[in-house]
């Protein structure tokens, strides 16, 4: 049998490019030509590959791949030497009690452990192989987390047959208690961390370019009113180990829902919209694939859609105090996205989540982006990333920037304060409503907001105010006109 044949696809990728001039990069397109497989799925083993420190990509749109050089510290050959055992690791409790975490240098390890300077250096090297010890910049030494939880007394013996795996593992740590969501691109389940006992939504999506820019939007945000992001980690599982059989597989229609449909826009209930892409293929549907584990707070009292349907057939009562309250807070999340340099680009109300105490929760950042490129510009962007009957005019032409976030802001003020009793109005009042047109007992009633919804719809991006300004006209005005708690 040849060896292309029992190479591995990363194998095969990793050989190509070792093949390569040093500093030569290339697209996933080129590889994929030259490896002989296609190219969706060697985009997927690149950014696996990257995850595992084996590859590096530029800030090119798409980025150019090339193997990831590490320069490592330069280890004396006497360090490969068997030490003299009076010698091994006597210089790390001199480490862990006198270094206050600054790091020392050998010169001064020299004196407090009372050793020759070539036996510290020794052993310096030595420990830096074990990874017990870390040069840090200049001449500093200092002992790594590890190595400082190993020089510490213990009362137990290790067991070095009884370490645990390294990282979470969805089958392993978690426990599946419901399924929330299915799209295109994988699943949000509903877990309960089997350690900690507690509840968590976890995201399952193809490790691509957007999942991993949906992690690191993510971990920038700490606002009490987006999503709170834990951990997440790239892996492959078998899905039904966990439980997790999509519909699709039983039925090859289901698997060309799209979640983005104007008749299934509801169907997921918040923790990502987990939309389908062109690019869908049945390989996503093999047991083992490269997913992005992503875990996030759950919120366990649903979404905003279901907090607007309640109202809408008569299960709950709802003031206008209510509405702007629950407003009020989506708004603030918004602004603390926008002031990062981010625009979220798919904003409604299924991706709007409560809490516990009714506290509003932003979700589903699967599709930010940057507000701007390096040169401070508008850039050209991807067109029709979102869902059509709440997405700006101008993000389905190429060029917007985060006042695409406030057209849906105002359509969703709308809807938290009109009542729209069957599917055929909203289908009557929805495209006027998008043209700045609204129902006149609408304008009779709400007459402050109505001028201010009317500026968050205007079809010029730069008429639309700020989210800083809408958070700041709801509190100082809005709310405090409102107190006659006029229901809704």
């Known amino acids: 049998m040849s060896q292309s044949t029992t190479m591995s696809s990363e194998e095969k990728i990793l050989s190509y490019l070792k093949g390569c001039p040093a500093g030569a990069t290339y697209s996933a397109l080129q590889i994929a030509k030259e490896v002989g ?34 320069k490592k510290v330069a280890t004396p050959e006497v360090s490969k030497k068997q030490l003299p055992k009076e010698e091994q690791d ?7 009690t006198n270094a206050d975490g600054k790091g020392m240098t050998v ?16 052993q310096l090297y030595a420990l830096h192989e074990k990874g017990k010890v870390e040069k840090l910049s200049g001449k500093l030494w200092a002992l790594t987390v590890s190595g400082n939880e190993d020089s510490g007394d213990s009362d137990f013996a290790e067991d070095p047959n009884d370490k645990p795996e390294p990282g979470l593992s969805i089958s392993r740590d978690f ?16 877990v309960k961390h089997k350690m900690d006992g507690r509840f968590y939504a976890m995201k399952i999506v193809e490790y691509d370019r957007d999942a991993e820019r949906e992690v690191r939007a993510l971990a920038k945000c700490d606002h009490p009113n987006i999503v ?23 039925s090859s229609s289901d698997s060309q829902t799209n979640y983005e449909d104007e008749n299934s826009e509801f169907a997921s209930d918040g923790h990502s919209s987990l939309k389908s892409k062109s690019r869908a293929t049945n390989s996503r ?67 709007i989540l409560f809490v516990k105490d009714y506290t509003v929760k932003i979700g589903d950042f699967g599709l930010v982006t940057s507000v701007t490129n390096q040169n401070s510009g508008i850039m050209k962007r991807t067109v ?27 359509l969703i003020c709308f809807e938290l304060l009109w009542k729209i009793s069957t599917g055929s109005e909203r289908v009557m009042i929805w495209p006027d409503l998008r043209n700045q047109v609204f129902p006149d007992t609408f ?31 709801i509190k100082d005005f809005l709310l405090s006109e409102s107190l006659s708690q006029k229901t809704v």
Request: aromatic share 10%.
């Open 37 to 70: 497989l296609d190219k969706k799925d060697v985009n997927r083993l690149l950014y696996i590959l990257k995850s595992a420190d084996k590859l590096h990509a530029s800030d090119d749109r798409p980025p150019k791949w090339s193997l990831l050089t590490t």
């Open 90 to 96: 006597s210089i790390i409790p001199f480490l862990n």
């Open 107 to 122: 010169g001064e390890l020299s004196k407090k452990c009372n050793q020759d300077r070539k036996s510290v250096k020794r």
């Open 175 to 190: 426990e599946l208690v419901k399924k929330l969501g299915e799209g295109g691109f994988g699943y949000v389940c509903q």
């Open 228 to 250: 709170r992001y834990f951990t997440s980690w790239p892996g492959e599982y078998d899905r039904k180990d966990f439980g997790l059989h999509s519909t699709s597989e039983q």
């Open 285 to 351: 549907r093999d047991n083992k694939y490269p997913w992005l584990f992503i875990q996030m707070e759950f919120c366990e009292k649903g979404t905003l859609h279901g907090w607007i349907e309640d109202r809408n057939c008569g299960k709950s009562q709802r003031t206008r105090v209510n509405a702007l309250q629950v407003f009020q807070q989506v708004v603030s999340g918004v602004e603390y996205i926008h002031s990062g340099g981010l625009i979220h680009r798919d904003l409604k109300p299924e991706n």
């Open 384 to 410: 029709g990333r979102g869902t059509p009957s709440y997405m700006s005019p101008e993000q389905n032409q190429g060029r917007y920037d985060e006042k695409t976030d406030i057209f849906p802001l105002g």
């Open 443 to 473: 304008c009779e009633a709400y007459l402050s907001e109505h001028k201010l919804i009317s500026k968050m719809l205007s079809k010029t991006p730069e008429v639309r105010p700020a989210a800083a300004e809408i958070g700041k006209f």
